[in-house]
């Protein structure tokens, strides 16, 4: 009669290299991003220990750094549906926009209220502004590459007709709980909105990799007629991403203008290499079906560094551009290698 305390038996080492093989297959891209963030990292500690040593530094990178990751991060699902998004600029601006309407119309009677009801404005504005650009995609047949260069101008000037090109005072925003909601200091230390970019990653991570929605993100974008056939419904699976960007494009526009405490009519630009560069370069490819949440969220720290970095090791911006380039093509190259070698 066998013991009831039996014990399992140890792998081999042969079956403990293929375990480990398996884990290095299964979080390559995870693993490549993070060693350039290291390397990275550790080159620029070297230039410019003092700068690197200091806690202001880090303060910095967490206060700025979710301008554009917060949209990065959804913006991965829409790569990996096989599709971009290049109006995520415009759309900040268009949500606040929204909110600038609501607020003034209950600034002399209940601005504090205003605030309230401008924040929700400008989250559904975005939401309309992203299942416009899924609807014109997917219903329309329109490239998406196309469509989001349309509506990207398309929303900037409803912007500039709204304002009338002219900015908005946010002082108010202080008198309310949303300013240290978003842009406060957790524990006096930590900016509220790197933890909002922690948790938008989280939740994104949790529906790209434990939720059927992103089981039919990743298939639609592995292959459309595959994802129809096993039941996906692609057309809204492709809208639903990208009402995720616009949401989240508006909501850090909110952030952005809440920190200055002011709305400008161009806010929004120059927001387009980091948030296209944290995706690309995080690992989610451009043909679809292959992404990584945490892949996006570590790329745009790695973008937010380059600048301070050079600028901390003495060297001219100049630089910038050279080092963007050098670190996006490392870093593809030794993804593709860690593929290779693994697959």
Known sequence: MASANTTERPLSPAKERGKFARLLRKYALQIAIVFVALLLWAFFFWRSPLTWGSYAIYNSLMSTTPYFALMAI??????????????????????????????????????????????????????????????????????????????????????????????????????????????????????????????????????????????????????????????????????????VVGVAAAFAGFVVSEQVLFLWPTLGDGYLLNTLASVFLGGTSVFGGTGTVFGTFVAAFIIAIINPGIVAAGWTAYWTQLIYGFIIVVSVALQSILRKRLT
């Open 74 to 243: 959804p913006l991965t699902l829409v790569v990996v549906a096989k599709e971009i998004d290049l109006s995520f600029g415009s759309i900040m601006a268009w949500g606040m926009a929204a909110f600038s309407v609501v607020f003034m119309a209950l600034r002399d009677t209940n601005p504090q209220l205003g605030v309230y009801l401008g924040f929700l404005a400008c989250l559904l504005a975005g939401l309309f502004a992203g299942w416009l650009n899924g609807f014109i995609v997917v219903k329309l047949g329109i490239p998406s590459l196309v469509t989001t260069i349309g509506t990207q101008f398309f929303w900037r000037g409803v912007v500039l007709v709204v304002t009338d090109g002219q900015g908005l005072g946010m002082t108010v925003v202080k008198e309310t709980i949303l300013y240290n909601l978003f842009v406060g200091r957790f524990l006096g230390v930590i900016p509220a909105q790197f933890l909002w970019t922690i948790a938008f990653g989280i939740i994104v991570w949790f529906f790209l990799n434990h939720h059927k929605f992103g089981a039919h993100v990743y298939l639609v974008g592995d292959n459309v007629d595959s994802a129809r056939l096993m039941g996906v419904d692609v057309e809204r699976t492709k809208i639903a991403t990208f009402a």
